[in-house]
């Protein structure tokens, strides 16, 4: 594969930057849309980055934006290490341009197993549904039991637009399913099915797009799945 240095426009939550990247970095950033997202790249050289777009300020700048980062070596799931996360932050107004989150697979032949229980240290799987009240897990805003331990993952759809960062991960208060809680954009959060991602690594993808209803019940304010025609939790009709 070609290591050739290409300048290319690399898309954030926040704004975008303009840097010359190879092939490789090229690849992790091509999300299947016509654009390339910065999320899935990761960290790259402040001198790689010629000019830096703020969303919130509305301008463009010359040279790199602020990028910080930590190397947290933490074991998340079965085979899975968080090795750092970063942001990429405005230099006048201190707005995240972009964040990132990478990892590696200690054994790259092996799959990624279960998520680390937050009451455990341990590399464990997720108890079964019909044992996991006796696990007495806390119940998160929406409802949802907490056992996964990875959060701060950006969350795309199938049109490369991020849609917000992972919560938490739980199951539904019917114990029937796994499902991930993501904090919109806008602050609001929302409940995924575990059928309706397409991919879990370094960012979460989506198999469809996001809709803008929060599907919140209105008698029991639970915030349900995307496609929910009754509350997942008091059994309500959704309007």
Not at 91 to 110: M, Q
Not at 136 to 152: A, L, Y
Not at 206 to 232: A, D, I, P, R, V
Request: with cysteine; glycine share 10%; proline share 5%.
């Amino acid at each position: 594969m070609s290591s050739e240095l290409r300048l290319k426009k690399l898309r954030g939550s926040g704004g975008f930057i303009m840097a010359t990247v190879n092939d490789d970095q090229q690849r992790k950033g091509n999300l299947g849309g016509p654009d390339l997202f910065l999320a899935p790249v990761g960290r790259l050289d402040s001198e790689k980055i010629s000019k830096y777009y703020c969303n919130t300020c509305e301008k463009e700048y010359e040279g790199s934006p602020k990028i910080e980062y930590e190397n947290p070596n933490e074991v998340v799931a079965e085979n899975l290490v968080l090795l750092e996360k970063g942001q990429y932050m405005c230099t006048t107004c201190g707005s995240i341009l972009a964040e990132y989150r990478n990892f590696s697979k200690p054994d790259e032949t092996a799959s990624v197993g279960a998520a680390i229980p937050v009451t455990n240290t341990n590399v464990t799987t997720p108890p079964p549904a019909q044992n996991f009240e006796s696990q007495n897990q806390p119940r998160t805003s929406t409802g949802v039991k907490t056992f996964s331990s990875i959060t701060g993952l950006g969350v795309y759809d199938i049109e490369a637009r991020k849609i917000g960062v992972v919560k938490e991960m739980g199951i539904q208060p019917d114990q029937s399913s796994v499902v991930l809680v993501v904090t919109k954009n806008d602050g609001t959060d929302v409940t995924i099915k575990w059928d309706e991602i397409r991919k879990i690594g370094e960012i979460v993808l989506l198999g469809g797009s996001l809709g803008e209803n929060n599907l919140k019940c209105t008698k029991c304010n639970y915030t349900n799945s995307q496609g929910s025609k009754f509350c997942e939790s008091c059994g309500n009709k959704i309007k």
